[in-house]
């Protein structure tokens, strides 16, 4: 049975960082794509970034490049999402998902989702 939980959320104020994990379980990192997306309050779900059974094949949002990185530790079977200068534009909920189509929300499995609020 797949399973992804997303931890690592929290408040923070603008300009700081979070790292988001996700456990999953139930299959291998090499036989999957794995994503980060977010739903903001209000709006719809905006995919985040995508990393590639190959681990430097790695895409972001525009409005994420530069200031998130995502990757993987396949011993512990995790997904991260490290988050640097963050906004009030970030908060939202976010969630780890399993093989999306390209840059979209159309994915097959999804975790939980965690709660990021960027507020002073």
């Known amino acids: 049975e797949v399973q992804l939980v997303e931890s690592g959320g929290g408040l923070v104020q603008p300009g700081g960082s979070l790292r988001l994990s996700c456990a999953f379980s139930?299959?291998?990192?090499?036989?999957?794509?794995m994503n980060w997306l977010r739903q903001a309050p209000g709006k719809g779900l905006e995919w985040v970034s995508s990393?590639?059974?190959?681990?430097?094949?790695?895409h972001y949002a525009d409005s994420v490049k530069g200031r998130f990185t995502i990757s993987t530790d396949n011993a512990k079977n995790t997904l991260y999402l490290q988050m640097n200068s963050l906004k009030s534009e970030d908060t939202a909920v976010y969630y780890c998902?399993?093989?999306?189509?390209?840059?979209?929300?159309?994915?097959?499995?999804w975790g939980q989702g965690t709660q990021v609020t960027v507020s002073s």
């Open positions: 998902a399993k093989d999306c189509e390209f840059r979209s929300s159309r994915c097959d499995y």
């Open positions: 139930g299959f291998t990192f090499r036989s999957s794509t």
């Open positions: 990393i590639y059974r190959d681990v430097s094949n790695t």
